[in-house]
Every structure is written in C-alpha cells, then in structure tokens.
C-alpha cells in the first residue's frame, strides 16, 4: 500500500526552464512534507519542507506548494540547473505521537534531468 | 561533523550467508532508521529506534531481518540467511527531536547489498 506516489518516474527539462515534481498521498493524518534530493552513490539529502498549516514554502529557487483538498503536493524547481540533476524523493510524517512519530513515509522517486 | 557512517559501502554475498551492515548515527541524535531502497518501492522504511530502543519494526519484511542498537552511537541490521531478492541499498538515517514538527532526518551513503 502507497501511502506517497510520485508518479513520474523520470522528468527531463532544459536549463533555465522550471521543474516541477509531483507527488500524491492518501493518508489524511500526514502533516508534514519533506522532499529530499539525492544523487548517484549518496544518502538523500535535505531540501524543504511544509507544514500541512501552510500552502506553500519557499527557499531560494525551490518552492513546495501543497493542496490539502487534493492531497497533492508539488516541487517546483526555478530556474532549473544541471546540478539539479537527482533523484527527488518526496516524504511524508504525521505528528500525531504513539509510534507514527519520526517516522517518513517516502515515495518511489523521480529522476530529474537538466539539460545544458 | 562526521556524519552518519555506514559500513561496508559494497556487500557482495552468496544466498544463504549471513549478512550484518553498521551505522554510526550523528553524535547527540536520538532517532535512528534503517531504510530500503529498490527501484519497485523506492524508499522503505525497515526499523527505527529513540534512545536504543525498537519503535517501529513493522517494515521488517521477514523474520530474516534483525536490528540492534547496543548503545547511542552504534547499531547493526543483520538479515540472516540472505536471499537474491534482498538485494538493494540500505541506508541508515538519524534525527534529533528537538520539539517541534521538524523532522529532518540525516542518511548515510548507504550500503550496496548484492546477494547471488
């Protein structure tokens, strides 16, 4: 059972352009949303995240907007770099305490291309 | 500061042989997680443990997976007898709560596991 699906494999995009990245969840207890980036050979690293008490989060040239209704978020990517070329893992947690706290549900990844 | 270490990086073995991988968390973290990678489900989430103690093994996909965390600073994931499809990437993770929603969590470069 996916609770996140990211449901792009791969996105290819030429520099300068704007990435987006999409990811969806069905567990309505999710209230928090990372997204982690990762390259060949490495650990995923973080890059932003959002509180479910927001709609949208900015640092620098990435943006993460969220839609509740739709249990939908996205990465946006602006201008995009070839050094942004990774995988993009979104993730989510719930904060309701018990077990459920700490823990990321991940989802499968999207393989991000720029081109120069 | 060093980082989350894992060892070994690359883990060649014959199906049936035991198989231990080793994290050292960030110092002063007190959440450790193992992690899964494979192309099919992306990032899974194994076991996490506060303070050394198992929270949330539910990920453990079979009695053959083992997790330990003798101390703050140590822990192993041992899957004993492997099988071909336990191959993947392994990766520990740590993060510290420090009373809030954020829940970023540090990885290590991961173990490459290849069972034969």
């Known amino acids: 059972d996916q609770q996140v699906k990211q449901n792009s494999p791969s996105l290819s995009v030429q520099e300068g352009r704007i990435s987006i990245l999409n990811c969806d969840y069905t567990n309505s207890m999710f209230d928090y949303f990372l997204w982690y980036k990762k390259y060949p050979a490495e650990g995923p690293t973080f890059l932003i995240s959002?509180?479910?008490?927001?709609d949208k989060n900015e640092d620098g040239r990435f943006t993460v907007f969220l839609n509740k209704s739709a249990k939908h978020l996205s990465l946006h990517i602006v201008p995009s770099q070839p050094g942004d070329s990774a995988v993009y893992f979104c993730?989510?947690?719930?904060?309701?305490?018990?077990?459920?706290?700490?823990?990321?549900?991940f989802g499968q990844g999207t393989i991000l291309t720029v081109h120069p | 500061d060093a980082g989350v270490i894992q060892s070994p990086r690359h883990e060649v073995t014959e199906m049936g042989q035991e198989v231990t991988l080793r994290c050292k968390p960030i110092s002063g973290h007190d959440y450790l997680f193992w992690y899964r990678q494979t192309m099919m489900r992306g990032l899974e989430l194994l076991i996490y443990f506060n303070n050394n103690v198992p929270i949330d093994d539910s990920g453990m996909p079979e009695d053959r997976f083992s997790a330990k965390m003798p101390n703050a600073s140590f822990s192993t994931l041992k899957i004993q007898p492997s099988e071909p499809r336990d191959s993947a990437v392994y990766f520990c993770?740590?993060?510290?709560?420090?009373?809030?929603?954020?829940?970023?969590?540090?990885f290590g470069p991961g173990t490459r596991l290849t069972v034969l």
């Open positions: 959002i509180s479910s008490i927001k």
């Open positions: 993770a740590s993060s510290l709560w420090e009373g809030s929603f954020y829940n970023e969590q540090f």
């Open positions: 993730a989510a947690s719930s904060n309701a305490g018990g077990t459920s706290y700490g823990k990321l549900t």
